[in-house]
């Protein structure tokens, strides 16, 4: 039975294909109050300019590649059952060849209805204020916002407690509930961390390595060591 490797994922991974974390250091979000954009509060509100700063985001991703990270994590399930759990709401991770990838944050190539949350809908066009679902209400991204439920929480939950191996890439660890999915490991759970800035130290996990590097360098190089041990 192959060893079963968990990996988040956090801004940082997708940072390296172009994509802005568009979270600056002062709080705002391209100019926005997060509240504005990323909040049920915000869309009833201005639900106009939450669905333009949508609409932004999505445009760009459509014109980003996968990085290098994004393809060498496929490859390690040539000897491992690979998970991957994203903070990110973009899809390069699926468009690298990951065969199973848990979006905890939402999907910014979907948008579901308003008023039924499980009627969820592909799209990579504009989303405007009349778009409606097959019930005839409005659509919104489908994305988690603040102050909104995580559907995929336990599913996460569940997942990383059953890892052999644990890789963290680019994520403060901040955001929570996605950051105490660390404590979900067994006590002896190697967990590899990667981040040019880690906001962990190597006493704050037993069992951690902490790789101070990119994703596009430090992801590789990790992958490579882990199928080399393996054979």
């Known amino acids: 039975m192959k060893k079963k490797i968990v990996v988040l994922t956090g801004a940082g ?3 390296e294909s172009g994509i802005k974390t568009f979270r600056d250091a002062d709080g705002l979000w391209e100019g926005h109050d997060v509240m504005e954009v990323a909040s049920p509060q915000g869309f009833a ?3 106009e300019l939450v669905l333009d700063f949508y609409n932004q ?3 760009q991703l459509l014109d980003v590649n996968p990085n290098a990270a994004h393809v060498s994590l496929v490859s390690l399930e040539e000897l491992f059952d690979v998970t991957i759990i994203t903070q990110n709401v973009d899809d390069l991770h699926e468009r690298a060849g990951s065969s199973k990838v848990h979006h905890i ?4 190539l979907k948008v579901r209805c308003t008023r039924n949350e499980n009627l969820i809908l592909n799209w990579n066009s504009d989303l405007v204020l009349g778009d409606l679902s097959s019930e005839g209400f409005q659509l919104r991204p489908h994305i988690v916002w603040f102050g909104e439920q995580v559907p995929l929480l336990e599913t996460a939950i569940d997942i990383t407690s059953q890892a052999d191996i644990l890789i963290i890439i680019g994520t403060s660890m901040q955001v929570y509930p996605a950051a105490g999915l660390i404590h979900e490991v067994t006590p002896n759970t190697p967990i590899f ?6 906001s962990v130290s190597q006493n704050d996990y037993r069992n951690i390595k902490i790789i101070t590097d990119s994703a596009v360098n430090g992801v590789p190089n990790l992958v490579t060591s882990l199928l080399d041990t393996t054979i």
């Open 13 to 15: 991974i997708s940072a």
């Open 45 to 47: 509100n201005n639900p």
């Open 57 to 59: 985001r999505r445009r």
């Open 105 to 108: 944050h939402g999907e910014l």
């Open 193 to 198: 961390f990667i981040d040019p800035k880690p």
